[in-house]
């Protein structure tokens, strides 16, 4: 067996996690020294006997072969952080999974990610702006993290998908079960796109709660920054902003309605230090995303189509208001508001303010 292989077996005992697994790899010289440790030799160094004895069982029950081959047939990918395309992001992060389980396919370009977090029970409010960023975002070929949950996590996902770009969605178990259940097809939906489910816990592992503060730290720590749309102050939500904080990235939130309970934890945040959000160019600016992203995935992402036409067209006599463009093409404010980001970074329409629109001769 190789170290890395090693790695991936010492990491799938849960109890040890990212630290501890790192500190017996340091202090017994490798993976495969560590795996193979006597039991006398883990109760000098602290751990509860206990603890030795479930790692003693774990270890006489555990199949190499068995193991791997039954990832290859599921199609799941193992990372170790000492390999090269183990998520850059991610690897930057000093608590970063030590192991990843992958279906589905990580990019160099995920480099440029963004997640989108937020409440489970989102507002109406809540669910349009989740669509209008998302959807921005992934037509720019910015990647979106987010973890498959209800609520903002679904509407992220979804509208980056039907954007036309890329997901990665990150778990609170293994990726042979996706949960919630009712979230099954979205998730399938988002590897055959050419996006990625990942987690750090091995096939097989149920979620359990205490798993997701955990989830959150790599959903922070995959991306460039975090966009809170909505949340109550004690949430995930907090939890994940306060992940991306210490991982030193930038934190943006979304100023919702004073009366409602779902704007605590944006209003918090933007309370102590984060930035307010209100267009997806408040993002790039501050990011300086926009010189990143490659404008040739970006037109592939989106290619000039039937719907830049009708634009053109209806803004050839006059300037419009997005609204107004609504309502006379018949398109969503999603597609239309996603289109008309693109246009402008191409130097064809300009934003005059207030969702005022004309084109540029």
Known sequence: MKEREYLAALY???????????????????????????????????????????????????????????????????????????????????????????????KTSDVNSVAVVGSRKMTSYGKEVTQKLATELASLGVTIVSGLAFGVDFAAHRSALDAGGRCIAVLAGGVDIITPRSNEWLGLEIVKSGGAIISEYSPGVVPQKYFFPYRNRIISGLSKAIIVVEGMIKSGTIHTANHAASQGRQVFAVPGQITSPMSGAPHYLIKNGAKMVTDVKDILEELDLQLQVDMEAVSKVMPADSNEGKLLEFLANEPLHLDELVRISGLSVSTISARLTIMELRGIVKNVGNGVYKKIS
């Open 12 to 106: 799938s005992f849960n109890y040890f996690g990212p630290n501890r697994t790192k500190l017996l790899v340091s202090y017994f010289g490798s993976a495969k020294n560590a795996w193979n440790v006597d039991k006398k030799d883990l109760l000098e160094i602290g751990l509860k006997e206990s603890v030795a004895d479930e790692f003693v069982k774990h270890r006489e029950s555990f199949d190499f072969k068995g193991y791997f081959n039954r990832l290859k047939k599921l199609s799941i990918e193992v990372l170790t952080v000492n390999d090269d395309d183990y998520p850059e992001n991610l690897k930057e992060v000093e608590d970063a999974p030590l192991v990843l389980y992958v279906r589905g396919k990580l």
